[in-house]
Nanobody, 124 residues
Framework: QVQLVESGGGLVQAGGSLRLSCAASGSALSVNIINGMGWYRQGTGKERELVATISRTGRTNYVYSVEGRFTISRDAAENTVYLQMNSLKPEDTGVYYC???????????????WGQGTQVTVSS
């Protein structure tokens, strides 16, 4: 099994910054290859959307609305992914979920794991 624990959410004024962290743990990691990690968010009454991802090779991808403001990074040795969020806007408000994609080294089947979410609220 794999557990994802997020931290770093909170209340911030527009224009401010927050840094989210997500640490992955669990015995399954020892027999899995992590293909990528990422962050998704869900605003009230909205569908969950991709915010940013980072692949095993370090390739990053962002939703257009956060490009230039958010930066995703990772510490592969610690199985931790970060999301630095700058110039925050009220529309960035939502629950942010950490995501991890991994497959056992002996299989091609990929599994997706989710954290419990952390609330980010940006006031105007």
């Amino acid at each position: 099994q794999v557990q994802l624990v997020e931290s770093g959410g909170g209340l911030v004024q527009a224009g401010g910054s927050l840094r989210l962290s997500c640490a992955a743990s669990g015995s399954a990691l020892s027999v899995n290859i992590i293909n990528g990690m990422g962050w998704y968010r869900q605003g009230t009454g909205k569908e969950r959307e991709l915010v940013a991802t980072i692949s095993r090779t370090g390739r990053t991808n962002y939703v257009y609305s956060v490009e230039g403001r958010f930066t995703i990074s990772r510490d592969a040795a610690e199985n931790t992914v970060y999301l630095q969020m700058n110039s925050l806007k009220p529309e960035d408000t939502g629950v942010y979920y950490c995501n991890l994609r991994a497959r056992p080294f002996y299989s091609d089947v990929e599994f997706i794991y989710w954290g419990q979410g952390t609330q980010v609220t940006v006031s105007s």
